[in-house]
DNA sequence: TTTATAATGATAGTGACTTTCATTAAATAG
DNA sequence: CTATTTAATGAAAGTCACTATCATTATAAA
């Protein structure tokens, strides 16, 4: 009944579904990257894993979901709650996205380009991604403003959140499907703009 | 041949089209507001305007662009593009704002009101209202780029065009919004607090 | 081993959207 | 005003994402 994942005895059962989870997201991405995602059907990928489409749906309640899985999220949140408290909420978004990505390795870089590439050159992955950023910016908007002793519903801890928030974007939509280098500079480089007043 | 929509003869077939389009647009928002627009049907739709479920897709391509119609956006435009030359471009975003909602009627106001709700409620329509906001983007950083003597490219003009939007749409996700008045002093609070510089 | 529980697959939906094609109505030519 | 071209429509059948149901099988617990 506990409500904890347990670690050390994942079970037979729990690890077969990790097993079938990760087949399907690998066959899928494979099938997605060959075919293109709108002329790959659930029923091929569920052909590939060798699973029956109703098991599909078990395991991703859409199809987009098998794509849009992210667990960057949480570490960013939590290396923002580490950063030192005498710094700026801009600055500390700042080096909190610097430190983050700056751990990648290079391959898992290059996983990350090419599902931002997907993610980008498909409508309905990027509607469901931008959906998504509306529910980051809530959880962002109550860290930072526990950080400056404000409420998070405050016009100014709202504003804050949803133009850090869209200066980021504004770099992935605009250059992403071009140079995978940059990046991390010009993430940094839009926020570093924020941090300055957005000076024009 | 000319590419120009012709006012004064519209001709008995434009007419018809229009009247068409019309009404099937007045009884989807119509039945959605009744049923609530999952369990509205396009079936229940083209019987209520009288045509066939095919005539329904010749006019609008998805369920969903019946009601995300917008003729708001070409509106800010321009009026952004009238603001005299010496605001600063958030400043001058902050009044083309204000100007285009101060102009509308109140039964405008109410319709654009009950629209915003039932957008936001759905969440394909709220996703779909996101992802024309990247296109909105790449417009306005033209407009910006041009008032400023830049390129529309440069990381400067997309963050402020990125940070922009997001703190408009902060407000909008924000579910403390109770009137269409209240969501004019919102957004219009927010955009205050990035011309002063996003202070916290 | 027995029993409860969870995962699977098969089957048959629903509903949005597409495609095709024959029919009708409107615009235009003569 | 008639003939011809052109566009709008409806009917019908099909695709695909997704849901619901239920019998079967595999795992876990007793």
Redo the contacts between chains.
């Keep these: 009944m506990s409500s904890q994942a347990e670690r050390p005895a994942p079970g037979l059962r729990e690890r077969k579904k990790a097993k079938t989870r990760a087949a399907i997201q690998r066959h899928a991405l494979r099938l997605f990257r060959e075919q293109g995602y709108d002329a790959t059907t659930v029923e091929q990928i569920a052909g590939a894993a060798e699973i029956s489409p109703s098991t599909f749906f078990r395991y991703f309640p859409t199809k987009e979901d098998v794509v849009l899985y992210d667990a960057f999220d949480p570490l960013l949140f939590a290396t923002f709650a580490a950063q030192p408290a005498e710094l ?3 600055q500390a978004i700042r080096r909190s996205v610097h430190t983050v990505f700056g751990k990648l390795t290079a391959e898992e870089l290059r996983e990350q380009w090419e599902r931002a590439v997907l993610v980008l050159s498909v ?1 309905e992955l ?3 991604m ?2 998504a950023t ?1 529910t980051v ?2 959880q962002l908007a109550a860290l ?1 403003a526990e950080r ?1 002793g ?1 409420r998070a ?1 405050e ?17 992935v ?3 992403a499907v071009r140079s995978m280098e940059d990046y991390l500079a ?1 993430m940094d ?3 570093a ?2 941090e300055a ?4």
């Design positions: 700026s909420p801009i409508p990027r509607m469901r931008l959906d509306v910016s809530q930072v400056v404000r519903d016009i100014a801890v709202q504003a804050l959140v949803g133009a850090v928030l869209g200066a980021l974007i504004a770099v939509a605009t250059d010009r480089a839009s926020l703009c924020l007043g957005l000076p024009l």
